[in-house]
T-cell receptor, first 115, second 112 residues
Framework: AQSVAQPEDQVNVAEGNPLTVKCTYS??????LFWYVQYPNRGLQFLLK??????LVKGSYGFEAEFNKSQTSFHLKKPSALVSDSALYFC?????????????FGKGTRLSVIA | KAGVTQTPRYLIKTRGQQVTLSCSPI?????VSWYQQTPGQGLQFLFE???????NKGNFPGRFSGRQFSNSRSEMNVSTLELGDSALYLC???????????FGPGTRLTVT
């Protein structure tokens, strides 16, 4: 069965500094990887995905993520953090479509950007 | 295009009662998934439907059930509510199974 680990419950970063939110995964076969963001009292919003192709994926709001197969990681990054980026971030993985596996989410990482 | 809608947004029920939550997916989306979100357990997968067929089911007791209609709208039902069922229930839709999912605002269920 697939699984996702987000090793940090909380990440604090100063506004203007680069940010990284870590994610590692375990899945049989090629993974489908996703990042979502949740603002207070709202549902999750899709940020970006990796299916195949270039290991660096660009998404919404200036976020990007790097797929590293050897380290089974899919870290979320942004070159310059904004206070408005403060939210709860979820990494998710599912196995190959042929395996018909559900989407599994990590526990989430709370990002706090300090002005 | 309208997003995923969930009704009701808030619900208060008493232990032992049952509840039905509704989800209308984005137009054209045929896959609907349900999740339970709690502070302690995070996002837990409940069900996934595609074209009225349940494709996957999470590790929840039989009190939790769901279905999808021919217009892709979905409902989930929880019978014999327990205090631990208090949570935010999120519905998500996608074009097909495996594609990125788009989430609704959720239904906040409180069981007293």
């Amino acid at each position: 069965a697939q699984s996702v680990a987000q090793p940090e419950d909380q990440v604090n970063v100063a506004e203007g500094n680069p940010l990284t939110v870590k994610c590692t995964y375990s899945v049989s076969g090629n993974p489908y990887l996703f990042w979502y963001v949740q603002y207070p009292n709202r549902g999750l919003q899709f940020l970006l995905k990796y299916i195949t192709g270039d290991n660096l994926v660009k998404g919404s709001y200036g976020f990007e993520a790097e797929f590293n197969k050897s380290q089974t990681s899919f870290h979320l990054k942004k070159p310059s953090a904004l206070v408005s980026d403060s939210a709860l971030y979820f990494c998710a993985v599912r196995g190959p479509l042929g395996g018909n596996t559900p989407l599994v989410f990590g526990k989430g990482t709370r990002l706090s950007v300090i002005a | 295009k309208a997003g995923v809608t969930q009704t009701p947004r808030y619900l208060i029920k008493t232990r032992g009662q049952q509840v039905t939550l509704s989800c209308s997916p984005i137009s054209g989306h045929r896959s609907v998934s349900w999740y339970q979100q709690t502070p302690g357990q995070g996002l837990q997968f409940l069900f996934e439907y595609f074209s009225e067929t349940q494709r996957n089911k999470g590790n929840f007791p039989g009190r939790f059930s769901g279905r999808q209609f021919s217009n892709s709208r979905s409902e989930m039902n929880v019978s014999t509510l327990e205090l631990g069922d208090s949570a935010l229930y999120l519905c998500a839709s996608s074009l097909r199974t495996g594609y990125e999912q788009y989430f609704g605002p959720g239904t906040r269920l409180t069981v007293t």
